[in-house]
């Protein structure tokens, strides 16, 4: 089983800058790759960005060149990174880990808010 908490979300100005972590514990060794989910209202949830194991990154387009997912130190802690939100990105963001040998795993959520 892989554990997954995230924090850092809260409520900023449009503009404005705000960086989520999540922070994985239990059979890390298992984790392929480490997603950023995010659900707003009444919408369906979307893969916003991801990092595997190789380093290799990806972006969903609305994000590109504003968000940046990394590892951290130690390599349990994935950052996203999100700069010049837009209300847009106001949404309940999850950390989600493909898993090898194992179904995957989701965390609780963090809060966005962006007000205009």
């Known amino acids: 089983q892989v554990q997954l908490a995230e924090s850092g979300g809260g409520l900023v100005q449009a503009g404005g800058s705000l960086r989520l972590s999540c922070v994985a514990s239990?059979?890390?060794?298992?984790?392929?790759?480490v997603n950023w989910y995010r659900q707003a209202p009444g919408k369906q949830r979307e893969l916003v960005a991801g990092?595997?194991?190789?380093?290799?990154?990806q972006y969903t387009d609305s994000v590109k060149g504003r968000f940046a997912i990394s590892r951290g130190n130690p390599e349990n802690t994935v950052y996203l990174q999100m700069n010049t939100l837009k209300p847009e990105d106001t949404a309940i963001y999850y950390c989600?880990?493909?898993?090898?040998?194992?179904?995957?795993?989701w965390g609780q959520g963090t809060q966005v808010t962006v007000s205009s």
């Open positions: 989600q880990t493909q898993n090898y040998g194992m179904g995957p795993s």
């Open positions: 239990g059979s890390t060794g298992n984790i392929n790759t």
């Open positions: 990092i595997n194991n190789s380093g290799r990154t």
